[in-house]
């Protein structure tokens, strides 16, 4: 069975400070992941994807992420947080099924970034 | 590019009404689907379509019908609303229905209050 877990709820930083935004995944196929991030009021935008071609994946406004097989793990970090960097982040699994796309959700991550 | 577009952004409507939510692409998608996303839960899919006249059931369809007359157009109804379809609801689309690691790009959302 496929499943994703985001193991926070809510994550808090100061601004300048690392980013970890964890994700483990459970699928029996090889998947694609996808980092998303939701501003306030606003759809979901995406910010990287893994698609088994490198497992260090870099996204947009300096988020990457890596794929650990190992661990089944695919985490989201950025070195230095920016105020703007406050939002709702998703990890998503996608996988075929049938002949089409199937994506599973998690519940997703709070980040908030303090002066 | 207008990308996805949904209206409206904001409805409230009382138990027993039906309304339809639009969405519309210009992209060309093959794949178009309705996202509701509520607090903890992640987003659930309600209906999905991988082409013009082909739709199929989602994780929650329960109380909604969906239609795919032509490429551009994927309207979601809510025949007799209830409080339990309070929610915000996303449209979202995607290039091709094959392809697990083929992004999302989503509508900025219709937020919907029932009571």
């Known amino acids: 069975a496929q499943s994703v877990t985001q193991l926070d709820s809510h994550v808090s930083v100061s601004e300048g400070t690392p980013v970890l935004l964890r994700c483990n995944y459970s699928?029996?196929?090889?998947?694609?992941l996808f980092w998303y991030v939701q501003h306030p009021n606003k759809g979901l935008q995406l910010l990287l994807k893994?698609?088994?071609?490198?497992?260090l994946v870099k996204g947009i406004n300096g988020f990457e992420a890596e794929f650990k097989k190992s661990e089944t793990s695919f985490h989201l970090t950025k070195p230095s947080a920016h105020m703007s960097d406050a939002a709702e982040y998703f990890c998503?699994?996608?996988?075929?099924?049938?002949?089409?796309?199937?994506?599973?959700f998690g519940a997703g991550t709070r980040l908030a970034v303090h002066p | 590019n207008a990308g996805v577009t949904q209206t409206p952004k904001f409805q409230v409507l009382k138990t027993g009404q039906s309304m339809t939510l639009q969405c519309a692409q210009d992209m060309n998608h093959e794949y178009m689907s309705w996202y509701r996303q509520d607090p903890g839960m992640g987003l659930r899919l309600i209906h999905y379509?991988?082409?013009?006249?082909?739709?199929d059931q989602g994780e929650v369809p329960n109380g909604y019908n969906v239609s795919r007359s032509t490429t551009e157009d994927f309207p979601l109804r809510l025949l007799s609303a209830a409080p339990s379809q309070t929610s915000v609801y996303f449209c979202?689309?995607?290039?091709?229905?094959?392809?697990?690691?083929?992004?999302?790009?989503f509508g900025n959302g219709t937020r919907l209050t029932v009571t």
């Open positions: 998503v699994v996608s996988f075929l099924s049938g002949g089409y796309n199937k994506l599973i």
């Open positions: 979202a689309s995607s290039k091709y229905k094959g392809q697990g690691n083929s992004p999302l790009h």
């Open positions: 699928s029996s196929y090889s998947p694609s």
């Open positions: 379509s991988v082409g013009a006249g082909i739709t």
């Open positions: 893994y698609t088994s071609a490198a497992t």
